[in-house]
């Protein structure tokens, strides 16, 4: 009898807490600054189709990953703070935003289905994480990108695009600002490099 008064005591205990009887920390949730790139000076494409970000492993899911710099290849989700949305939704909408904003081309599609476009964009985000040292962190982003023209006399190409923002504060959101600066610097690498390769 004394046994069973014990667990209905603590029970009682464990639903007190789960109905607001403790301080449980709440999820936050984050999202990338729109990207936005000067236009450029002429349109050279009638078309651009820009095709979903490719990603594997972690980067499938909303979690924001960090590592150590004493041990990079172990990679560690935080706890209660997520990706409003997963990495590769967000690096493929940077991506629309900054060939959009360009004025690059007088059309940009996301769609696979699209016909016919001057150039497809295909990527693969290869890293998308925060690395703490002793006494500050920085954010990596790391994507590649090869590129396939409807015009077969103007080659295909690829290349890996990867900056570094280190930050001296370690609170999250300086880290989300760095993401969001760290993407928009790759983008805009990609629309220096496609007028340069055009």
């Avoid at 009682?12 to 790139?37: E, K, W």
């Avoid at 990527?123 to 954010?139: I, K, P």
Wanted: net charge negative; proline share 5%; with cysteine.
């Amino acid at each position: 009898m004394y046994r069973m008064l014990l667990i209905f005591s603590a029970s009682l205990t464990l639903m007190a807490c789960s109905l607001g009887g403790g301080n449980l920390p709440s999820d936050h949730f984050y999202r990338l600054t729109p990207v936005q790139i000067q236009p450029v000076d002429s349109v050279l494409f009638d078309q651009i189709q820009v095709r979903p970000v490719n990603v594997s492993g972690l980067l499938h899911d909303r979690a924001i990953l960090y590592s150590n710099a004493s041990s990079p290849l172990e990679l560690k989700p935080y706890h209660y703070h997520y990706w409003a949305d997963s990495p590769a939704y967000l690096l493929h909408q940077a991506l629309y935003q900054g060939i959009n904003s360009s004025q690059l081309s007088t059309l940009v599609s996301r769609s696979t289905t699209q016909s016919a476009p001057d150039l497809v964009i295909n990527s693969r985000l290869l890293h998308f994480e925060r690395r703490f040292s002793s006494s500050s962190s920085t954010v990596i982003v790391e994507l590649e990108v090869w590129l396939d023209y409807a015009d077969k006399a103007v080659p295909s190409w690829s290349k890996v695009y990867r900056v570094e923002l280190q930050q001296q504060q370690q609170a999250i959101y300086s880290a989300i600002e760095s993401f969001s600066l760290a993407t928009q610097e790759i983008v805009q690498q990609l629309i220096n490099d496609l007028l340069y390769k055009k």
